[in-house]
């Protein structure tokens, strides 16, 4: 498998944005799927995963509460759907899979088939 992120943009701080998880010869639904970004000048930081199966869904703190991903069986994506954003959200985002807890959705390590990512830019 191998992930492309899109819908990134630029969006005035308290705006709304959702970012598409895709592959263009699987379906997702077999697969845990997390959320990184890269923020300028700092890691690479998970926000979010959702596992295969039932679908449980891990977040990080900066974004809890303002950030949803979800999975869309019917058309094999996974979204993230970005609300309330700040400048602080400002970077590049990526999906990749790999194992989907509390704790390995922190571990960029952990994950693989990384695609190109999507540019988010917050700023009024």
């Known amino acids: 498998v191998q992930l492309q992120a899109s819908g990134g943009g630029l969006v005035q701080p308290g705006g709304s944005l959702r970012l598409t998880c895709s592959d263009s010869r699987f379906s997702l639904d077999d697969y845990n799927i997390a959320w990184f970004r890269r923020v300028p000048g700092k890691e690479r930081e998970g926000i979010t995963c959702i596992s295969s199966g039932v679908g449980a869904t891990y977040y990080a703190d900066s974004v809890k509460g303002r950030f949803t991903i979800s999975r869309d069986r019917t058309k094999k994506t996974v979204y993230l759907q970005m609300t309330s954003l700040k400048t602080e959200d400002t970077g590049v985002y990526y999906c990749?899979?790999?194992?989907?807890?509390?704790?390995?959705?922190?571990?960029?390590?952990?994950?693989?088939?990384w695609g190109q990512g999507t540019q988010v830019t917050v700023s009024s």
């Open positions: 990749a899979t790999g194992p989907c807890t509390s704790y390995t959705f922190t571990r960029p390590s952990q994950y693989r088939a």
